[in-house]
């Protein structure tokens, strides 16, 4: 699927939503490419607009979501707005 400028049609999961822990707002972003079945990217934005996105796909955008809670749970809040994780890249 692609829209009218030849993007391919993005779609994201209804459990993308902003998460709130020890005074830090990120917001999660679950998406893929609508259409084609492929895995579900997991991408986390700080409020300044620092991007970190997981080198991996995942099978269902559920697993994408408990992996944004096992590395919040692991790592902490503040790590995902100050420092890129080890295996994913910061954009």
């Known amino acids: 699927m692609v829209n009218h400028n030849n993007n391919p049609e993005i779609e994201s999961s209804p459990l993308c939503g902003s998460v709130t822990r020890d005074g830090i707002t990120v917001r999660v972003e679950i998406y893929r490419i609508a259409g084609r079945g492929e895995g579900w990217a997991l991408e986390v934005i ?4 620092a991007s970190t996105v997981w080198d ?4 269902d955008d559920q697993d994408a979501y408990d992996e944004f809670y096992r590395a919040l749970e692991l790592e902490g809040m503040r790590s995902m ?3 890129p994780f080890p295996s994913r890249s910061r954009a």
């Open 46 to 49: 700080d409020g300044e607009g």
């Open 56 to 59: 991996d796909t995942f099978a």
């Open 81 to 83: 707005s100050n420092r």
